[in-house]
């Protein structure tokens, strides 16, 4: 089970998320409440341990230069675009970066239909809930029941699913029973809007005991 710890935002973030089991620190580079600059980000990853994760940099409907001065200013490993970002779009991007990119469907009944589309152009899929006009990070989670259509359609392509909104350390249990890839966490791992130790610990304690006993 992966784990990305996303919207850090401080470095205290950064130093929290840092010292835990994720595999992925996500940063926001869009209008959000959680949008981070670039020579922020520089700064408190120098003055980190994070060899053992991978970054990953999202996007809402950016421009490719936009896109292009993030990566080559900073350690991204991974892009995730997170808006209406057409299957041409993501072409135009794959000729001039050689990052893996990870498209989040935003869910609603049959979407998973849309993830045929993108099969051959991006590296894995993040399904996530939009609430108005926020394109995440809203703290409610989708219909899980639908879940298994994602996942399904996902490993028809071979590609990793994640899934984000709404996830806590309260129901991430009922989540776990989905057998999806990996789960995509921001406001669930922060206490007062900043990410906190003892909700993390949660997280990673029952992630680790449904592993245990797979």
Not at 53 to 72: C, P, Y
Not at 109 to 137: C, E, L, P, R
Request: aromatic share 12%.
């Amino acid at each position: 089970m992966l784990l990305k710890y996303c919207g850090n935002k401080s470095y205290d973030d950064v130093k929290v998320t840092a010292s835990s089991e994720a595999n992925h620190l996500g940063f926001i580079f869009a209008n959000s409440k959680r949008e981070v600059q670039v020579s922020d980000v520089a700064k408190w990853l120098s003055e980190v341990n994070f060899t053992s994760k991978k970054i990953v940099a999202v996007f809402v409907n950016a421009s490719l230069d936009r896109i292009k001065e993030v990566i080559t200013s900073l350690p991204i490993d991974i892009i995730q675009l997170h808006g209406n970002e057409s299957v041409y779009d993501i072409e135009l991007l794959k000729n001039e970066i050689n990052q893996p990119i990870w498209k989040v469907i935003h869910h609603q009944q049959g979407a998973w239909d849309k993830m045929t589309d993108y099969k051959n152009v991006v590296d894995g899929f993040v399904i996530d809930s939009k609430v108005g006009s926020q394109w995440g990070g809203s703290g409610f989670p989708f219909e899980w029941k639908s879940i298994p259509f994602y996942v399904r359609e996902s490993h028809k392509f071979n590609k990793p699913c994640y899934i984000a909104g709404g996830v806590t350390p309260e129901n991430i249990e009922v989540l776990l029973s989905y057998s999806i890839d990996g789960i995509d966490i921001s406001s669930g791992i922060e206490e007062r809007f900043k990410k906190d130790e003892d909700r993390i610990k949660q997280i990673e304690e029952k992630v680790f005991k449904y592993e245990r006993a797979k």
